[in-house]
């Protein structure tokens, strides 16, 4: 099951977009926004609002690409940022258990993944930001935690 919805943001001066559109696609987008929107080392976050072209693997055509968020810390760096379950940045293997098809469906994300985030890398490196790829485990490391409600 997956979990979408609107964002109803808190601190409108942190906000760097329009605040009456900020959807998450995950429980864990929610539980990050609410993270960026409370924390005073955040100075301000966007969410979907760079978008990067790139040449995917699976077909070799040129894609866009939304980066989940953009975070700038009072530090003054500036992050892009991919929220993603851990399971999703590995690559698949096959298994006695897994289906062909199951394979190769995650196969085929994974390679579709590993194109956004080279072209994500090299356009953030281009304007003195830093990519990454944000699983469950880093956000548990920030305290943020998994809230059903």
């Known amino acids: 099951m997956t979990y979408k919805g609107k964002y109803k943001v808190k601190y409108l001066a942190k906000y760097k977009g329009d605040p009456t559109n900020v959807v998450y696609r995950s429980l864990w987008e929610r539980q990050f926004m609410r993270w960026?929107?409370?924390?005073?080392?955040?100075?301000?976050w966007n969410s979907e609002?760079?978008?990067?072209?790139?040449?995917?693997?699976?077909?070799?055509?040129?894609?866009?690409?939304?980066?989940?968020?953009?975070?700038?810390?009072?530090?003054?760096?500036?992050?892009?940022?991919?929220?993603?379950?851990?399971?999703?940045?590995?690559?698949?293997?096959?298994?006695?258990?897994?289906?062909?098809?199951?394979?190769?469906?995650?196969?085929?994300?994974?390679?579709?993944?590993?194109?956004?985030?080279?072209?994500?890398r090299e356009y953030c490196a281009d304007r003195g930001w830093t990519f990454q790829v944000w699983t469950e485990k880093t956000l548990t490391s920030l305290g943020i935690k998994l809230l059903l409600s």
């Open 36 to 44: 960026c929107d409370e924390t005073s080392s955040v100075e301000w």
């Open 49 to 120: 609002s760079i978008v990067i072209p790139y040449r995917c693997a699976t077909d070799n055509r040129v894609h866009r690409y939304f980066v989940d968020f953009q975070v700038k810390f009072t530090n003054g760096k500036v992050f892009c940022l991919e929220i993603k379950p851990e399971c999703q940045t590995l690559q698949p293997q096959r298994t006695k258990g897994k289906r062909e098809r199951r394979f190769l469906e995650e196969a085929l994300t994974y390679a579709k993944n590993i194109s956004k985030w080279k072209a994500a």
